[in-house]
Nanobody
Framework: QVQLVESGGGVVQAGGSLRLSCAAS????????MGWFRQAPGEEREIVAA????????YYTDSVKGRFTISTDNAKKTVYLQIDRLKPEDTTAYYC??????????????????WGQGTQVTVSS
């Protein structure tokens, strides 16, 4: 089992920045890739970014390229999502996920094995 705990969400003014953290524990060696998703009420959960624990293979959905940066600290087993130039439309819950396959995170959300509980980001205009 793998446990994922997100933190770092909050209320920020538009144009500001936030850094979300996701600490992984348990059998993390079996999970090669970490991802960040977001889900607005009534919408499907969508991939935002994903990366391997080594920092390789970083993926970003087109709508966040240039503003979101995913990174890892392997020693701390923590993955981060830096969000810059926040927009009101970034307001939603953000979820951390872990999977053995990058393709699961990017294309097969239903197959993703481990999820965090989510952290809320609210951007005020």
């Amino acid at each position: 089992q793998v446990q994922l705990v997100e933190s770092g969400g909050g209320v920020v003014q538009a144009g500001g920045s936030l850094r979300l953290s996701c600490a992984a524990s348990g059998r993390t060696l079996s999970m090669n890739y970490m991802g960040w998703f977001r889900q607005a009420p009534g919408e499907e959960r969508e991939i935002v970014a994903a990366v391997g624990w080594s920092g390789s293979g970083a993926y970003y959905t087109d709508s966040v390229k240039g503003r979101f940066t995913i990174s890892t600290d392997n020693a701390k087993k923590t993955v981060y999502l830096q969000i810059d130039r926040l927009k009101p439309e970034d307001t939603t819950a953000y979820y951390c996920a872990a999977d053995r396959l990058l393709s699961d995170l990017i294309r097969r959300r239903w197959a993703v094995k481990y999820w965090g509980q989510g952290t809320q980001v609210t951007v005020s205009s």
